[in-house]
């Protein structure tokens, strides 16, 4: 009678309390929170927040992320990451959007892509 793969997820959080390990692969259409620990990946059509006691090992696939606590691997954002001060990040980010606070850690290679105005990966073109 409903469809189940159509159910509207906004408003919706996923998460991952403090003191909890996670391994493993996390697929989501909803919002996730991060503040425990996770190994693995995650692919998230919202967005996710790695709070300050969170840490991942692994790599985000996402629409937008803020970052406060640790992450280690690739990430791709299709719009805006936000890293706050207490933020750790090592390692490949691919972002539309950046803002970094000071005092955060950023050793990262990183590419940013204009998805506005990007058409098969060509680079946008400035007047």
Request: neutral net charge; hydrophobic residues 35%; proline residues 2%.
């Amino acid at each position: 009678m409903f469809d189940k793969t159509k159910q509207n997820v906004l408003g919706k959080t996923s998460r991952i309390v403090e003191d909890t390990i996670f391994t493993g692969n996390i697929e989501s259409t909803a919002d996730i929170r991060i503040d425990g620990k996770l190994k693995g990946n995650i692919s998230c059509g919202g967005k996710i927040i790695i709070g300050p006691q969170g840490e991942i090992i692994g790599d985000i696939n996402c629409q937008n992320i803020d970052v406060e606590g640790k992450f280690k691997g690739k990430m791709e954002v299709k719009e805006m990451l936000f890293v706050k001060t207490t933020a750790q990040i090592v390692g490949e980010v691919s972002i539309a959007k950046l803002s970094v606070e000071p005092g955060a850690l950023f050793e990262a290679t990183c590419a940013m892509k204009n998805t506005s105005n990007t058409k098969n990966n060509e680079p946008a073109q400035t007047t």
